[in-house]
């Protein structure tokens, strides 16, 4: 197909132009003896950092840090020493910018680099100058180059008259640990106001094919008659991506870059403001000179939605795709422009910064990768990256907070304790979802197990919006040790019980109608989501537990009834399923319907398959999978909220709720709600704690009490619940462990 073929404007507007170019670079006019770092002071570095400040800097409900610190002081002392005040790491970090030797003047700009490393041996290269007495040698220190030769004259040639050029390499004096740990606090200051953060990826490289197919394309794409908010060659059929494989193949190496996997590199380009990505071709037109392709943000989403088209692209690439485009949609609305990185603007405007949920930020950093310092040994090396990622979720998240420098006192860095000290910094925030999360109990550098847990990307996914923090209490959570082991001492409600103090003498038969439902459902195969139907084989090794866990859950719904199931279906939490109609539940909760004739009608298959969606939505976001519980290990249980004295007669006064708990503690286990999160906006969270008592001779909830946290999880809890819940003033203050080891 005939690329030149498609529509092109001749006019002179030509809004795409430098968006995709072809650099032809003599490597031999590369001389980086002619450069030098140097220390920009005042009145150069307040021009740099203050004259884009964001208008609204957006940060969590305006806590200064101060407050937060003194807050982290009550709640955990001796972890708020670990961190000082970002503002203070902003104002204090060490400032470099590369120039030529020869430049005298003051910086107006700078651009940042951000990259990622492709070898192993990062030390600086050392040259020999001169031969001494008895085989003694003197060497200087080389201008160390962080990618090819290439890519880094290209990188200089985005600087503009009066710009200077900053990374980490070079700017940081890596011999400094004191240093390099406060440019880390700061780094989003280094990032947010360069003029351009560019990428230069060097472990991707353009094949002949590929760039001929590109250097063909670049001219139908820049003079397209398109408007500048429309994407050239979208919705083809055949896409128009899938026409020409060159562009397909060169696309996929692209996004399989690995720095699309770096948690620093993914924060750099969050924090810029404009974005310009350098890769490397393989073809050459004489030994010294190499072609670097140089795109903007522009093409990449230019790219990206012509990729969007495909489904020949893997569930990882695809995810990648949508992520990359969601992040530059907002990037451009949020600068209110078209075509974020056009080709060198003069005067740019840095876009509000919005403030970012805690822990879906914290989960999402440390699921990528970090490299550490690599002058440390491996072992510390990976200790360097755990710590590299708590100051990326500090500066990602917009805590006013930066990690103070290490000292030999301070806890190691292993992964359980950074998470440790993010979530009490949470607590510190107020955040819910740090009191709620379901992932393995922490395991800390002492062999103690705490009474927090890990937190995972199941914690937030029916939360990703950002929930109020819990209001402040006469009574605030606290966290201590007896010496053996951490404990939380907080406010917690205890929930009722009822098949301990009132059970319901229909509750077996309750199950054995949704034993005939679960049984017919399977016979007849009525359609479900993949939680229905992955175990549904007759020689499945899970096909019993989970028919049992769907039998227990169904008689459950029964026992709650119509108006339970009717509240719940037509929730916020359930938003993304269809609802069920209130004649479907009638007819699903009648005692007297034949379900074996309801079966065989469209409706009744309809409204069953309606009902096994439900009850799958239900066990995926009941049961704390992240913790290792399976359909083996927990099943539904009823609570309701606390009911006084005085209105023990009224039925419907503490609702009804689902719980997921273990089986393990079924007899001697309590269901707690802490304080902080009992009102209705939290019902999306796991804030059910389940607990027994430390004290195996104990069983009611006195005061002195101590508790085990054994496991959490969501309840579903219908409005009387919620009301209930949220009203109950009785309280009380108890220390909460984590499970024994």
């Not at 590199?265 to 990505?277: D, P, S, T």
């Amino acid at each position: 197909m005939d690329l030149m073929a498609y529509p092109t404007n001749p006019g002179p507007y030509l809004p795409r132009l430098g968006h995709l170019e072809f650099l032809e670079l003599d490597e031999q006019e590369l001389d980086t003896t002619s450069l030098q770092a140097r220390l920009i002071q005042s009145p150069t570095r307040d021009y740099l950092f203050s004259r884009r400040t964001p208008c609204n800097t957006a940060s969590k409900d305006d806590i200064d840090a101060d407050t937060l610190l003194a807050d982290l002081g009550h709640l955990a002392p001796s972890l708020a020493k670990d961190f000082i005040p970002k503002v203070h790491a902003e104002a204090s970090f060490a400032f470099r910018l590369i120039n030529h030797v020869d430049y005298h003047g003051e910086e107006e700009g700078y651009i940042a680099m951000s990259y990622c490393w492709k070898k192993t041996n990062r030390d600086t290269p050392r040259k020999v100058v001169e031969d001494l007495p008895f085989a003694w040698t003197r060497e200087v220190e080389q201008f160390p180059l962080p990618t090819s030769g290439a890519l880094f004259q290209a990188v200089l040639k985005e600087k503009m008259v009066g710009e200077g050029l900053w990374f980490d390499q070079v700017c940081i004096d890596q011999d400094s640990d004191v240093e390099r740990a406060t440019v880390i606090g700061a780094i989003d200051t280094v990032y947010k106001n360069a003029r351009a953060v560019v990428v230069a990826l060097d472990d991707v490289v353009v094949t002949p094919e590929e760039e001929r197919f590109l250097r063909c394309y670049v001219d139908q794409y820049c003079y397209s008659g398109f408007a500048a908010d429309q994407q050239p060659n979208a919705r083809q059929n055949p896409p128009f991506m899938y026409q020409y494989p060159a562009f397909v193949s060169f696309f996929e190496r692209f996004i399989e870059s690995e720095w699309f996997g770096r948690a620093w590199c993914a924060h750099e380009m969050k924090l810029g403001r404009q974005h310009v990505f350098l890769v490397r071709c393989s073809s050459r037109y004489h030994d010294a000179v190499q072609t670097v392709m140089r795109f903007t943000t522009s093409f990449l989403h230019h790219m990206l939605a012509l990729a969007s088209e495909l489904v020949t692209f893997t569930p990882t690439q695809q995810s990648k795709i949508r992520t990359l485009s969601d992040f530059i949609t907002v990037h451009n609305n949020t600068k209110g422009v078209n075509g974020l990185a056009a080709r060198r603007p003069d005067t740019p405007q840095m876009p509000d910064l919005e403030p970012s949920a805690f822990v879906p930020t914290v989960v999402d950093t440390f699921q990528m990768k970090a490299g550490g310092n690599p002058r440390l040994p491996e072992f510390l090396r990976k200790l360097d990256a755990n710590r590299d990622k708590v100051c990326i979720a500090l500066s990602a998240s917009k805590v006013p907070l930066a990690l103070a420098p290490s000292n030999a006192y301070q806890r190691p860095n292993i992964e359980d304790e950074c998470f440790r000290s993010l979530l009490l910094v949470g607590l510190a925030l107020r955040d819910p979802v740090c009191l709620c999360t379901t992932g393995t109990p922490l395991q800390l550098h002492d062999g103690s197990v705490s009474w927090l847990s890990k937190p995972t990307s199941l914690d937030t996914h029916t939360s990703r919006a950002i929930l109020r923090r819990f209001p402040k209490s006469s009574n605030p959570i606290r966290q201590s040790s007896d010496g053996r082991a951490e404990y939380a001492q907080l406010d917690i409600i205890f929930l009722d019980l009822p098949h301990r103090s009132n059970p319901n003498p229909l509750f077996p038969t309750h199950i054995a109608r949704a034993r005939l439902f679960i049984h017919l459902c399977m016979q007849y195969h009525i359609p479900g989501p993949g939680m229905w139907s992955f175990w549904q084989a007759p020689d499945h090794l899970r096909l019993a537990a989970m028919r049992n866990l769907y039998i227990q859950t169904l008689g459950c719904i029964f026992d709650c009834g119509a108006q339970w199931l009717l509240e719940l279906s037509t929730s916020q939490r359930f938003s993304h399923m269809s609802p069920l109609e209130p004649h479907t539940i009638d007819m699903l909760l009648n005692p007297h319907l034949i379900i074996q004739n309801y079966i065989l009608l469209p409706e009744g298959q309809s409204a069953l398959s309606s009902l096994i969606t439900f009850l799958s939505g239900t066990l995926l976001s009941g049961i704390p999978w992240a913790s290792g519980a399976t359909e083996r290990t927990h099943g539904p249980l009823i609570t309701s909220a606390p009911v006084p004295a005085w209105l023990s007669g009224d039925p419907t006064y503490g609702g009804k709720a689902i719980v997921f708990a273990p089986f393990a503690h079924s007899k001697t286990l309590l269901i707690a709600v802490p304080e902080a999160v009992q009102a209705a906006e939290y019902d999306a969270l796991a804030r059910a704690w389940v607990l027994t008592s430390t004290n195996p001779f104990t069983g009611g909830a006195e005061p002195s009490v101590s508790w085990t946290l054994q496991s959490k999880g969501v309840v579903f809890g219908d409005g009387n619940f919620k009301a209930g819940l949220a009203r109950c003033a009785e309280t009380r203050c108890h220390r909460v462990y984590g499970p024994s080891v």
